[in-house]
């Protein structure tokens, strides 16, 4: 499937972390973001997998960035869509996100999420992670990303729903969003349950980017800074994007 012989694949395997090039990109607030692009043939191979393996996986409809899926488009619009009308409002951002997806977690995608022979699985974990942390920027990382959680996220998700709330993840930035109105203890209940997902995988919360609004108020949602933000001031109209 790499068409490389067993040799090449040897020795990208074992220089994987050195055939990258750092990336400077700014974020919306100026700040420098480091962004990884891999390098000849590791590439190529990057590019194989992501068409061949990543592609083809049937993602649930509430990931909603960086993913290309023709049959489901996805982008930051459609998700502030789902939470229009929303009369509770919770963003929450995962904390440095890609380069806390650790190589153990990136493993698990590919030997228990693919069911990739151990040694298949951990060849291609080197392969798409650098220094054992999941590289932005590289072409197979916001898949990755977006697997992450793969092995609780769909329970998490059914257990928010049976309570009312719905959910989107655009890879970093999780929303949360109730169309009638919560008590304090419901919306503590629904913020545990999503800690204890991310801390399961060594994830924490950028405290800076949390936010609790009720209907009436701004409502955001939150994106990655390189992204805009859509918000409303009126339940269900939007009326400014930034």
């Known amino acids: 499937m790499l068409q490389c012989s067993i040799e090449e694949l040897t020795r990208v395997e074992a220089t994987a972390d050195n ?12 700040t420098p973001r480091i962004c990884y692009d891999a390098k000849p043939p590791l590439k190529s191979m990057h590019g194989r997998i992501k068409c061949m393996i990543l592609r083809r996986v049937t993602y649930p409809s509430y990931l909603m960035g960086g993913l290309a899926d023709p049959d489901k488009p996805r ?34 995608i590919w030997k228990y999420f693919f069911h ?41 998700v059914a257990e ?10 655009y890879v970093d930035d999780i929303t949360i969003s109730s169309r009638r109105d919560r008590t304090a203890q419901e919306i503590h209940e629904v913020l545990s349950l999503l800690a204890a997902m991310i801390k399961r995988y060594g994830f924490r919360f950028k405290r800076s980017k ?33």
């Open 160 to 169: 928010l729903e049976s309570r009312g709330f719905r959910y989107t993840r």
């Open 116 to 156: 990739f022979p151990l040694d298949v699985a951990r060849t291609l974990a080197r392969l798409t992670t650098r220094r054992g942390e999941l590289p932005q920027g590289a072409k197979t990382s916001s898949y990755l990303a977006n697997l992450a959680f793969w092995a609780c996220e769909p329970r998490l």
């Open 19 to 30: 055939l990258y090039r750092e990336v400077t990109q700014v974020k919306k607030d100026g």
């Open 210 to 242: 949390h936010s609790l609004v009720y209907a009436g108020q701004r409502m955001e949602v939150a994106l990655s800074s390189a992204m805009p933000a859509l918000a409303w001031g009126v339940p269900g109209i939007a009326t400014s994007v930034r």
């Open 75 to 108: 982008d930051y619009v459609r998700n502030a869509n789902v939470h229009v009308g929303a009369r509770v409002l919770i963003n929450e951002d995962v904390a440095n996100f890609f380069p806390s997806t650790s190589f153990d977690v990136v493993f698990d």
